[in-house]
């Protein structure tokens, strides 16, 4: 708990420094009403609390990644990207109202069949799933494209709740996604 506390903590203290150039409400606020987190990749391969799936994480020279070395690549073989899990109870003792999960995309072909999928299990049953296609978004192959997707919690959580959040391909062509972040409302 302690560290997943300090990494919640010290991601919310990098996503307001990478901000400085645009009106954000006071650390304050945001810290009542939002828990940030962000992931680069450039450290995917080593152990981070509730991030998995790093076997679609590599080094990207052809195309680059959007930063730093490393991207999340999907194709095939590899439908699921890197992904984001957690226990409600354990990002605050309130459950959100939703989350956004941003970053960037880049797909080699266009207009692939690809979506950001946002799960909650109770235990091992499927309590609620969703899915925010971005084939649209993505009609121009060959470049870093920034994407949103926002998930609206309509039935309520329990703590004991897991959330997950991860891209899906369908289209069997290299799509790969860098620079996430995930932004819980509150």
Request: aromatic share 14%; proline share 5%.
């Amino acid at each position: 708990m302690k560290k997943l506390f300090f990494f919640a903590a010290a991601s919310m203290i990098m996503a307001a420094c990478s901000n400085s150039g645009s009106k954000a409400p006071s650390t304050d606020q945001a810290a009542q009403n939002e828990i940030v987190i962000t992931n680069d990749l450039e450290n995917a391969k080593g152990v981070i609390p509730s991030w998995y799936n790093d076997n679609t994480v590599v080094a990207m020279t052809d195309p680059q990644a959007h930063s730093g070395e490393y991207a999340s690549m999907t194709n095939d073989t590899l439908q699921y990207s890197y992904f984001y899990r957690e226990i409600v109870k354990n990002l605050k003792s309130e459950n959100p109202k939703s989350v956004v999960y941003s970053g960037w995309v880049y797909t080699t072909v266009a207009n692939p069949n690809f979506a950001i999928i946002c799960n909650i299990n109770n235990d091992t049953v499927r309590y609620d799933w969703k899915a925010n296609p971005l084939d649209k978004e993505l009609s121009e192959p060959g470049k870093w494209v920034e994407f949103s997707a926002m998930f609206a919690f309509d039935k309520p959580l329990q703590p004991s709740y897991e959330i997950g959040l991860v891209a899906w391909n369908q289209s069997k062509k290299n799509v790969f996604l860098d620079d996430l972040k995930i932004t819980f409302i509150y």
